[in-house]
Every structure is written in C-alpha cells, then in structure tokens.
C-alpha cells in the first residue's frame, strides 16, 4: 500500500530523532518516496546528512533555502504529500501545530499541506501528560491528525513511564493501515448514534445518564475518514462537531427514534452508541415542580427499544449494539446481540478504571455471533473507533464474499 507514494518525513528536536534514521530507511524500502524536514534542533541530534543519504533527497531545515527556483519549496513539499508523518513529535512541533504557527520550515510546511498528518509523540512522561500537551492533541485530533501512541518504558531522561517514540515498525504499520483503510466505505452510508437522552420531568428538570458522547462522536470520525457517508445523531454531548459528517441533533429517546428510523432503510452501516434512556417520566409537567409535599413519586414508563427494533426490520443493514455493563460482561452481550439480532455487540465494563463515561479512553470486548471475537486493552476512544471499523469492514467483506 505504500509503494509509490510520497511522504513527507518531519522531524523535531527530541533525543529520539535518532529513531528517524531508521524509519526513514523502512519507508524508502516500502517503496516511498521520502522528502525530509528537519527543525533546528533535530539536526543538533542528528545529522541532515544521514537523512539524506537514507531518503536520497535534499533535507530541508530553512524556510529560505530554496534549492529549485520553479517551485517555493514548502508549498511543493505540503502538496506533493500523501500523507505526512511527524516522528518524533515534540511537546513544541504540536503546540505549533495546534497554534497554527509558522516559524519555520516544518511548521509551516504542515500549515500549507492539505494531506493527512500522522503524528508520533515523543516526550518526558510529567511532559505528555501536561494539559497544555494533553489540550493540543485533543485539539489536533479533533482536527484529524492521527497519532500513533508513545509506549511506556525507560525513557533518556531517566524516568520510567509513558512517552517513549513509537517504534519505526509500528508507525510505518500506521501508515499503511492509513492507506488501507482510507477508502474501505466509500459509497457506503453510515448511521451512528451518541451520546445521553434527556427525558423531561419539567420545564427545569430531567433524567438523563453520564454519556459523553465521545464514542460515537470517534466512531462518526473514523468512518468518514474511510470515505463514508456519515450522519450522527447525538443527544446531550460534549464532543465536539466532525468536519464532513451531517449532525443532527435530538434530545429525548423518542426523537431518536423517530431520527433513526427516517434515516435507517437508507443505511449500509448502523452503529448505535447512544447511552438512551429505558424509561420515560409517564407525566410532564410544562411549569416547574413546585416543593409542596416531603415526598414526590414519579411514575415513568418504558421507552420503545430502537435498537431491538432496528434489528426487527433489518434487511441488509450491518447493525452494531453497545452494552454498557458492571458485571458477567459476556453473558449480557451475547444476550443482547441475540435478542435484537446485531452483528456485533461492543461491550465494557464502566466500573473499569479507564473505562467509564466522561472519559477519552475505553476498555472494550467486541461480540458477535460466534462470541467474543476481539478484547482491546485500555486505549484512546478514537483508536477503540478505528479498531472497531477495520473489524466491521472485514466482516461484511467477508459476509459479501460468502453470498
């Protein structure tokens, strides 16, 4: 999948630009065609020459050195790419980047290019975990760029803990899932729901559950970044929009519903992360609740089930349920995935550290027909996303070939 493409190779000032050399030379060996940059800083780590002679093209590290005059170099370099890999990327290259600075060849280079952006962090662990760092990946995530997780482990400062660059063989293996997957749905319409259901007791009041809405908002993205269309339903969230995907939001259970049913027949793909309420107050009040008595009862009634309806009047669609559990995960996923008739049920336990809601990462199991078909460790909701489309992309492959 990479032979032939061109990718430009950024890289900043860290102790691991050492590891550069090496993944300059697997991706030459792929068959890329690799453009260098380089900070100022990395270049006190690592010589220009050693790139050079690796990639077989001029490195760049100035914004004035302009080596042919038929071109301004880093907006040649921004639109020869298919894809840019920053590695290492230091706690300064992504603040520039979430910034929008332009000081220097890389960062201004990232600015002009409209390819896609892999990003390899590599820092002190107290570094990687500072707000301000945490705050600009967030940023830049929700941007687009991909990052390829730091492992953990003895870093050059001395500590023991997260931060550590990624090794060369994992962030080329990035890379080519980037290109393997990027257009696995195109033409294909996808339907996620996320996010918690607001079901009123009165003009001021109501019950909803802790949902940030995160998953599904991870899930929308990592589906158009695939090449589908994607429509996202979201209740009560605080993930932030998708560039490309249509939004539509709704409030209570039956608003989604109604939404998700107009737009299901249509559907390809229907993944239903909302956390939606089972139960409904039976009154509403249009004023608020007045304190009268010591004790108020409220009498709620059951919502309609959509995703067991969904599973009712499947004719096609692939259909995948989420189980939100504390105990026997297993039992009550493959319970679900049976009665309402899905094709995957991604279950966790939201006791688990990590796992809970108003979280960015989870810890998943995903179910199908046949049981538990894959467990992922604690991960970033948005690698939990990406993971979860690869399996749904080769299951229906594999559904289709079988017909």
């Known amino acids: 999948m990479l032979r032939g493409k061109t990718i430009v190779l950024g890289i900043s000032g860290g102790i691991a630009a050492y590891k550069a050399a090496a993944l300059c030379s697997k991706l030459v060996q792929a068959g890329v065609t690799v453009r260098v940059i380089m900070t100022e800083s990395a270049a006190k780590f690592i010589t220009p020459l050693t790139l050079q002679t690796l990639s077989r093209h001029p490195v760049y590290l100035d914004t004035f050195d302009e080596f042919d005059p038929a071109v301004v170099s880093h907006i040649n370099l921004a639109d020869s790419a298919d894809l840019v890999i920053i590695a290492p990327a230091t706690a300064n290259i992504l603040a520039k980047m979430a910034a929008g600075l332009a000081d220097d060849m890389l960062s201004t280079t990232l600015l002009a290019t409209t390819a896609p952006v892999l990003v390899a962090p590599a820092m002190n662990v107290h570094m990687y975990a500072h707000p301000a760092v945490e705050r600009n990946m967030e940023l830049l995530a929700e941007r687009g760029v991909k990052f390829v997780e730091p492992g953990t482990g003895q870093l050059a400062c001395g500590y023991v803990g997260k931060g550590r660059l990624a090794e060369p063989e994992e962030i080329v293996r990035a890379a080519e899932q980037w290109f393997t ?12 729901t996320a996010g918690g259901t607001v079901e009123r007791l009165d003009a001021v009041r109501y019950l909803t559950n802790d949902s940030s809405g995160k998953m599904g908002f991870a899930i929308a993205e990592a589906a158009v970044n695939r090449g589908a269309e994607v429509t996202l339903i979201a209740a009560r ?10 939004m539509i939001n709704v409030e209570s259970a039956e608003q989604m519903y109604n939404s998700v049913m107009e737009r299901y027949e249509a559907a390809d793909i229907v993944v239903k992360a909302a956390a939606v309420a089972d139960y409904r107050p039976l009154v509403r009040s249009e004023g608020k609740i007045k304190k009268t008595e010591e004790r108020l009862v409220i009498e709620l009634e059951r919502t309609t089930d959509i995703l067991k309806t969904l599973g009712e009047r499947k004719a096609g669609q692939f259909l995948v349920g989420f189980a939100a559990e504390t105990d026997q995960i297993e039992h009550y996923a493959m319970d679900k995935l049976r009665r309402k008739n899905c094709d995957l049920v991604v279950a966790n336990n939201v006791s688990q550290e990590g796992a809970g809601f108003n979280l960015d ?24 996303a990406d993971r979860l489309l690869t399996l749904i992309t080769d299951r229906m492959a594999a559904k289709g070939a079988g017909e």
């Open 361 to 384: 990462t989870n810890i998943v199991q995903v179910f199908g027909e046949e049981g538990l078909i894959e467990s992922m460790p604690l991960l970033q909701k948005r690698e939990v």
């Open 237 to 246: 969230a605080t993930a932030a929009p998708i560039a490309g995907v249509t």
């Open 181 to 192: 997957q990027r257009d696995k749905l195109t033409g294909k319409r996808v339907l996620v």
